[in-house]
C-alpha cells in the first residue's frame, strides 16, 4: 500500500483494490481500513470508473478490479510499486521534451535518490551520441530515474548503465521476451533493437552530484509506429510476443529490478554485474564491429573487463573499448 500519508483517497481505493487482485473487496473493509464513509467509497469507486477502470460491483460482496486503463500515471503506477526508493516520488506528464531533460532539471533543484521522471509523449527523446530517440505516444515506456550513489567514483558511473541495462533485459524476459544485450547498453530481441538506455551524469573529479539514467522501452509499438527506416531495426514487446503488455505493471516490475540490480552493485560492487551483463550479452563471443571516436574496430568480442570495457581480439591483438557503439554483429 502507498503511504497513507501521501496519498489521495481514491489512489489509496485503487491500491486496496489492486492489492486484492481478483478477490472481491467489501465496501466496508475499503470504508475500515482508510477511514471513509461507505458514500465516500462509492463515489472514489465511480470516479476511477469514469477514468477507465473496470470495477466489478458482485451483489452484496463488494468490489473487484478487473481491468487497469493503460496509462503510466502515479493513480496506475503508485499501486503497483514495491520499491523503497525508485518511483516514490513520481513526475508523470502527458507530454515532456524529453524526461532525461527534466530528470537533471529536478537532480539540479534538489530532488531525491530514486526520484522517476515519466512521460507519455517525448516531443525531443535523445538516443546516445546525439542520436534522437523516438517514440510512439503511450505506446512506449519512457522514463529516467535520478540516482545519488553515495561511494561512486565518478569514473566507475558507466557501470550503472550496465546496471540498468539487466534490469531492462530481466523486466523483458519476465513480459516474455527472449532479450539479450549488445554492448554496451543496447537491448535486442531477435536481433532488432528494443530498448535503448541514456545515462548522463554531474560531478566534480572526485564525487558524482547525481546520475541520471533514461530508458526507453518499445512496448505496445505497432511496426508501422516506427519510421520506414527502422522498421528493420526495431522491434517491441507487442512484435515479439504478438500481444500487448500493460506498460504500468512493466514499468513498475523494471523499476523494481532496476533499484535490485543497483542496491547489488551499491554493496557488492561490479563483480556480480558482470557476471550477470556476461550471461545476457548477445555480443560475446561474436564477431563485431565497434564504432569509437578512434574509428572502427573489427575482431572478436572476448570479454566484458573490470570496469566494463569490450575486449576484442583483433589481427592487432586485445583491444579493451571504453566508449563505443557496436554497429554490427556477425549472424552467428
Ligand atoms: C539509445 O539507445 O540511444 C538510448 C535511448 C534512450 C531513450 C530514453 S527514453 C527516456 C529517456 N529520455 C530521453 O530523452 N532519452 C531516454
Known amino acids: 500500500m502507498p503511504d497513507p500519508t501521501q496519498t489521495g483517497s481514491e489512489e489509496l481505493v485503487l491500491a486496496f483494490l489492486a492489492e486484492a487482485g481478483d478477490e472481491v473487496v467489501s465496501g466496508e473493509a475499503i470504508s475500515d481500513k482508510l477511514g471513509l464513509t461507505r458514500a465516500a467509497v462509492w463515489k472514489h469507486v465511480e470516479a476511477l470508473r ?23 500515471r502515479a493513480l496506475e503506477l503508485r499501486p503497483l510499486l514495491n520499491t523503497h526508493d525508485f518511483g516514490q516520488v513520481l513526475h508523470c506528464y502527458e507530454e515532456l521534451g524529453s524526461t532525461n531533460d527534466r530528470a537533471k532539471e529536478l537532480a539540479e533543484e534538489g530532488a531525491e535518490h530514486g526520484e522517476v521522471v515519466v512521460a507519455e509523449r517525448q516531443t525531443g527523446g535523445r538516443g546516445r551520441r546525439g542520436r534522437e530517440w523516438r517514440s510512439a505516444p503511450r505506446r512506449a515506456v519512457a522514463f529516467s530515474v535520478i540516482l545519488r ?90 512484435l515479439e510476443r504478438g500481444q500487448p503488455a500493460p506498460r504500468a505493471l512493466f514499468l513498475a516490475a523494471l523499476l523494481s529490478g532496476l533499484e535490485a540490480w543497483y542496491d547489488q552493485h551499491a554493496e557488492h560492487g561490479f563483480g556480480p554485474i558482470r557476471e550477470a551483463w556476461k550471461a545476457r550479452s548477445v555480443t560475446l563471443g561474436r564477431e563485431v564491429s565497434v564504432a569509437t571516436d578512434a574509428g572502427e574496430v573489427v575482431g572478436v568480442a572476448e570479454d566484458l573487463d573490470e570496469q566494463g570495457a569490450l575486449l576484442v581480439r583483433t589481427p592487432r591483438g586485445l583491444e579493451r573499448i571504453y566508449s563505443g557503439d557496436v554497429v554490427h554483429l556477425r549472424p552467428r
Open 50 to 72: 469514469q477514468q477507465g477502470y473496470r470495477i466489478d460491483a458482485v451483489a452484496t460482496r463488494g468490489y473487484r478490479l478487473v481491468e487497469v486503463p493503460d496509462r503510466l
Open 149 to 238: 550513489p553515495e561511494a561512486l567514483p565518478p569514473v566507475r558511473a558507466p557501470e550503472l548503465t550496465l546496471v540498468a541495462a539487466l534490469a531492462v533485459c530481466d523486466a523483458l524476459r519476465q513480459a516474455g521476451v527472449s532479450a539479450g544485450i549488445k554492448w554496451p547498453n543496447d537491448v535486442l530481441a531477435g536481433g532488432r533493437k528494443v530498448a535503448g538506455i541514456l545515462t548522463e551524469l554531474a560531478a566534480e573529479p572526485d564525487r558524482v552530484h547525481w546520475v541520471v539514467v533514461g530508458v526507453g522501452v518499445n512496448v505496445n509499438t505497432r511496426l508501422e509506429d516506427f519510421p520506414p527506416e527502422l522498421r528493420g531495426e526495431a522491434t517491441s514487446v507487442l
